[in-house]
């Protein structure tokens, strides 16, 4: 089954441990970004990777770092978390990143740091 | 800065009325927008795009050039369209690299 996968889930953690969310599409998709959805705020983008080796800033970087070594795999890192990254993060895979391209969303990673 | 808005936080309707989410973009350019959905519980999911001219669960949007506008729309809300609905619009922000900006949601809730 095509699909976005995530992983955890859910992860409270307290501030300045480091983590990695981890993002992998079996679409062989080239472009994939993340999101954090907050209340009131909407989706807002992290990053985003046009292919392997090639990323950039989306509109809230700040305190988050990626990399793409794998076409199927972008994963999130939070060097050290702070309790303002308290937020559901998704991860979305398209196809090329063209304008006309559907965005597949992964199901969420719920995130606590207290 | 391209900007999606969404002036309506929460929209509530009653099964059977009609429905018009409201969304307005700021872009000089060709836009592409699209409409994303999200149910309870559920990731988010593309609901229609306004390339493909497409009625998707009885849903439309016209593309305003004038207005700079993409409402969404159904002339009959059913209670399965209770979702967060997000307009959105794609663009080229240089060279290959292409950004899709989120409208902030707006939550509707449509009543039996």
């Known amino acids: 089954e095509a699909q976005v996968t995530q992983n955890p889930r859910y992860l409270i953690t307290v501030t300045g441990k480091k983590l990695t969310v981890t993002c992998s599409q079996n679409m062989n998709h080239e472009y994939m970004s993340w999101y954090r959805q907050d209340p009131g705020l909407g989706l807002r983008q992290i990053y985003y990777s046009m292919n392997v080796e090639v990323t950039d800033k989306g509109d809230v970087p700040e305190g988050y770092k990626v990399s793409r070594k794998e076409k199927r795999n972008f994963p999130l890192i939070l060097e050290s978390p702070s309790p303002n990254q308290t937020s559901l993060y998704f991860c979305?895979?398209?196809?090329?990143?063209?304008?006309?391209?559907?965005?597949?969303f992964g199901p969420g990673t719920r995130l606590t740091v207290l | 800065a391209q900007r999606v808005t969404q002036p309506e936080k929460l929209l509530s309707v009653f099964k059977g009325a009609p429905v018009e989410l409201k969304c307005n973009y700021s872009y000089s350019g060709s836009p592409e927008l699209f409409w994303y959905v999200q149910y309870s519980r559920q990731r988010l999911q593309l609901l229609l795009r306004?390339?493909s001219r497409e009625s998707i669960k009885g849903f439309t949007a016209d593309l305003n050039k004038g207005e700079t506008s993409f409402h969404l729309k159904k002339p009959f809300a059913q209670e399965e369209d209770s979702a967060m609905y997000y307009c959105a619009h794609g663009f080229n922000s240089g060279g290959s690299n292409y950004k899709l900006t989120f409208g902030k949601g707006t939550l509707l809730t449509v009543n039996p």
């Open positions: 306004h390339i």
């Open positions: 979305a895979s398209t196809p090329a990143g063209r304008g006309t391209d559907t965005q597949y």
